[in-house]
């Protein structure tokens, strides 16, 4: 298995609007950050976790050009807003896309983007878009794939969102907290990507450094990627405090199972 990260950014990118890089350093290309995604292809199939507003960009410069799945942890705008440009994108494959997302996030995507899902709308020509309601704790067969997904439920800012198990690796998206009940499917992972949004807690519902590590320590992968970073991470400076095990996530990185 291959995974791409099309995006280690969080919410606004690296750097913000304005060429703001807080504490990272600007001449560092790893610290160039796109919005959160990442392709995952397994021989023949593949799926896309997040569809943020880089989808785009993040498509073509990793000449992406044909997803059947996508998988949604929440409904925010840094993982939605690139489902405009499925519009184009299903119309070049000739078929439907697959999105799959919790129930508030499925709400969320036909409230902003109601255009989409109205008779007449012709603009996806031979493809379209299939809204796909899941719940946490599911094994979900992929369409058109031999692929398995599991569901788990995480909190972020309050809210449950999902996280997705394949094989023996978790992606979990913004996270705060992680119930009990997910608990068991984190242990020994060959591989866990994983948010730590800030250096600092900010207190914002997102992870953060010192709480990265101790998930870490307390659930120990073979293997861990820190996901979702923004400007107060510098690659070079906060790689140094990591565990073995450890590592950032950059644009462009390929992680092989």
């Known amino acids: ?18 060429n703001f890089f ?50 949604l942890s929440h409904g925010h705008a840094d993982h939605i807003m690139g489902i405009w440009e499925l519009t184009r994108f299903s ?21 902003r983007f109601s255009f989409m899902f109205k008779d007449g709308f012709k603009e996806m020509g031979d493809g379209g878009v299939i809204l796909n309601i899941i719940k946490p704790y599911q094994d979900l067969k992929l369409p058109k794939t031999d692929l398995t997904i599991k569901t788990l439920n995480f ?28 608990k068991p499917y984190l242990e020994n992972l060959d591989l866990w990507i994983f948010e730590c949004d800030s250096f600092e ?32 991470i510098d690659y070079n400076s906060v790689s140094k405090l990591l565990p073995s095990n450890t590592e950032l996530a950059y644009d462009g990185m390929i992680v092989k199972i």
């Open 22 to 71: 807080g504490s990272a350093d600007k001449n560092n290309d790893k610290n160039i950050r796109l919005r959160p995604s990442a392709y995952f292809k397994d021989g023949e199939d593949a799926f896309l976790i997040e569809c943020g507003p880089d989808f785009r960009q993040q498509t073509c410069i990793h000449n992406i050009n044909k997803i059947d799945n996508i998988f």
């Open 155 to 182: 909190i972020h800012k309050k809210q449950e969102i999902l996280g997705f198990k394949y094989k023996n690796m978790v992606y979990t998206p913004d996270v705060a907290e992680i119930p009990e009940e997910t």
């Open 201 to 232: 807690d900010a207190k914002k519902g997102h992870n953060y450094l010192d709480q990265a590590l101790k998930w870490i320590n307390e659930f120990k992968p073979k293997r861990c990627i820190l996901n979702h970073l923004n400007v107060t």
């Open 1 to 18: 298995m291959e995974i791409i990260i099309l995006g280690s950014g969080s919410a606004y990118g690296t750097p913000y609007a304005g």
């Open 91 to 111: 119309k070049m494959m000739k078929a439907p896309i697959n999105i799959f997302g919790n129930e508030a996030t499925i709400k969320e995507v036909k409230e």
